[in-house]
């Protein structure tokens, strides 16, 4: 869903400052791929990707490495860092991991889709739309960590287009940053979806676009919780 202007794709943007150009910085934001359902009696559940999961990342970085990535960064959690490996094979970039953009519930035992929870009609289901918190994380300390970490990859890579695989809540407290939300989780990111920010050397971010999913158009694969 675009929301605006693309700037040049050399990463320089005209702010209309008679001091000339700022370096602009496209960060690309984007959620994993379906994971697998998993539940664990002890340790954090971490898992890896559903075999529609795995489409969804070829189709992910079939479609993105058509675009100039400079750099490709990761939250360390399996699904995030499978989600990065096709388009790091296509593009011949290596990743880079994160630690900051790792999900909310990263050390939870257990993992299941909220696709899921809404189907069954399980009661976590209703926690999460009434904005429950279910995290050893204090909710300011994830914001601390993600605002953080994704600004010292914007800073890192004056003028570039950089690629981060993260999660739903990630994107969500970021996005929520830039808008000035004080309800930080106020949206569904989609499977493998796409989120443009444009960051300028002056502290400016603009959001240009969000829940692109143009890659899984027509494939019959699972897009997310609204659409089939």
Same mark, same amino acid.
């Given at each position: 869903?675009?929301?605006?202007?693309?700037?040049?794709?050399?990463?320089?943007?005209?702010?209309?400052?008679?001091?000339?150009?700022?370096?602009?910085?496209?960060?690309?934001?984007?959620?994993?791929?379906?994971?697998?359902?998993?539940?664990?009696?002890?340790?954090?559940?971490?898992?890896?990707?559903?075999?529609?999961?795995?489409?969804?990342?070829?189709?992910?970085?079939?479609?993105?490495?058509?675009?100039?990535?400079?750099?490709?960064?990761?939250?360390?959690?399996?699904?995030?860092?499978?989600?990065?490996?096709?388009?790091?094979?296509?593009?011949?970039?290596?990743?880079?991991?994160?630690?900051?953009?790792?999900?909310?519930?990263?050390?939870?035992?257990?993992?299941?889709?909220?696709?899921?929870?809404?189907?069954?009609?399980?009661?976590?289901?209703?926690?999460?739309?009434?904005?429950?918190?279910?995290?050893?994380?204090?909710?300011?300390?994830?914001?601390?960590?993600?605002?953080?970490?994704?600004?010292?990859?914007?800073?890192?890579?004056?003028?570039?287009?950089?690629?981060? +695989?993260?999660?739903?809540?990630?994107?969500?407290?970021?996005?929520?940053?830039?808008?000035?939300?004080?309800?930080?989780?106020?949206?569904?990111?989609?499977? +493998?979806?796409?989120?443009?920010?444009?960051?300028?050397?002056?502290?400016?971010?603009?959001?240009?676009?969000?829940?692109? +999913?143009?890659?899984?158009?027509?494939?019959?694969?699972?897009?997310?919780?609204?659409?089939?």
């Amino acid at each position: 869903m675009p929301l605006g202007n693309r700037f040049p794709r050399d990463g320089y943007g005209r702010q209309g400052s008679p001091h000339g150009y700022l370096i602009t910085v496209e960060l690309i934001l984007v959620r994993h791929a379906l994971p697998v359902r998993r539940e664990n009696a002890a340790g954090p559940a971490d898992p890896e990707l559903s075999e529609a999961g795995l489409q969804q990342a070829d189709r992910f970085g079939a479609y993105m490495a058509e675009e100039q990535v400079d750099a490709i960064y990761s939250s360390p959690l399996t699904r995030a860092m499978q989600t990065a490996e096709p388009l790091c094979r296509l593009t011949g970039l290596s990743v880079t991991v994160v630690p900051g953009v790792a999900e909310w519930d990263q050390h939870s035992n257990e993992y299941i889709p909220v696709e899921e929870l809404k189907a069954s009609n399980d009661p976590r289901w209703q926690e999460m739309l009434d904005g429950g918190w279910n995290s050893e994380e204090d909710m300011s300390e994830f914001h601390s960590r993600v605002i953080d970490s994704i600004e010292s990859v914007i800073n890192d890579n004056p003028g570039q287009k950089v690629v981060v +695989t993260c999660h739903g809540g990630v994107i969500n407290e970021y996005l929520a940053h830039i808008l000035g939300l004080d309800d930080r989780q106020f949206f569904y990111p989609n499977y +493998t979806s796409i989120h443009r920010i444009a960051a300028s050397s002056r502290g400016h971010r603009s959001i240009l676009s969000v829940n692109e +999913t143009p890659h899984l158009r027509g494939t019959g694969l699972p897009v997310g919780l609204f659409h089939g």
